[in-house]
């Protein structure tokens, strides 16, 4: 259990992660966090490209939707974000946005935000599923392998973060048995967030990029950790559908409908702990599976662990 002191810290980074640095002209630069991948987080540059987005929309036109593509693999290193209006309608907006490092766009993103409207309203339920309380968090389950975890994932695997992740039928990471293409991932921030929405919105993006692709590897018995896959992630959607706070508890409902072509499609729900269904999610990442003739890792986002 990580003290509140820490916990407080640990979370004032992630908001840091994505506090921008103005350049000028819709221009802004990023700083990069390690979480102990190859490549930076996709997570990160998901959040950092919405956070530029946004910054050039008014507050009262939220995020309704994105879609991003990982071009290459980001190195831990600054972030140039450079944001393109492409429309100011009267209920909708876009922006593209494209992320540099030097010579190098490594990821594309475009955004839509609309004015808050009335209109009819339905949504699936959430699953039934146990609550959060009594699960381990995936750092305790990582602390717990010991000296089976391989010593390359132990300088960032065992650190605590901001965020904190219990899955709803923890597995053996290592070796995990078989089972459909489908989990189900408790997270929120460990501490009190800041009440500006458009960070829960950045940071949710950021937490959406964790967790997706594993439902594509439960049905073969893979696990990431293992280092039998090399994951990237390709290209990821979000759409936005009721407001939500972070530091809550939220549910990620993850299925995975297809998987084919060294490549595996995944789906997720994110609802609230009363059951509201505040977002969705769609990605398609790569999964070469070790040892089958795979060539090393040239594209795409990095995925945690």
């Not at 965020?163 to 709803?168: A, D, G, I, P, T």
């Not at 073969?220 to 936005?240: C, E, K, N, Y």
Request: contains cysteine; charged residues 20%; negative net charge.
């Amino acid at each position: 259990m990580t003290d509140p002191a820490t916990a407080a810290h640990l979370v004032g980074q992630l908001v840091e992660l994505m506090h921008l640095e103005p350049l000028g002209e819709d221009r802004f630069r990023a700083q990069s966090e390690d979480i102990g991948t190859p490549a930076v987080f996709g997570g990160q540059v998901l959040g950092q490209a919405l956070m530029a987005a946004s910054l050039t929309v008014g507050a009262e036109r939220p995020v309704h939707s994105m879609h991003a593509y990982f071009l290459l693999p980001g190195e831990h290193a600054p972030i140039d974000y450079a944001v393109d209006r492409v429309r100011d309608g009267r209920s909708f907006t876009t922006r593209h946005v494209v992320a540099r490092q030097g010579e190098r766009v490594i990821f594309e993103l475009s955004a839509s935000f609309q004015t808050v409207d009335q209109g009819i309203e339905h949504q699936n339920p959430m699953p039934l599923v146990d609550g959060p309380e009594g699960l381990p968090s995936e750092l305790d389950q990582r602390i717990a392998l010991g000296d089976r975890l391989a010593e390359r994932w132990r300088a960032k695997g065992l650190q605590p973060h901001g965020l904190e992740y219990r899955r709803v039928e923890p597995d053996d990471m290592l070796t995990p048995a078989p089972r459909p293409a489908e989990s189900a991932i408790w997270f929120r921030a460990i501490a009190p967030l800041p009440d500006d929405p458009i960070v829960h919105r950045a940071l949710l993006a950021y937490a959406s990029d964790h967790g997706l692709l594993r439902a594509a590897m439960r049905p073969h018995g893979l696990s990431f950790i293992s280092g039998q896959v090399r994951p990237a992630s390709l290209d990821h959607a979000m759409w936005f559908h009721r407001d939500f706070r972070l530091d809550d508890w939220l549910l990620y409902s993850i299925d995975s409908p297809s998987a084919g072509g060294a490549r595996g499609l995944c789906r997720g729900s994110i609802y609230t702990r009363d059951g509201r269904l505040v977002a969705s999610t769609a990605q398609e990442g790569m999964l070469r599976v070790l040892g089958q003739g795979s060539p090393p890792l040239g594209a795409a986002g990095a995925v945690p662990i």
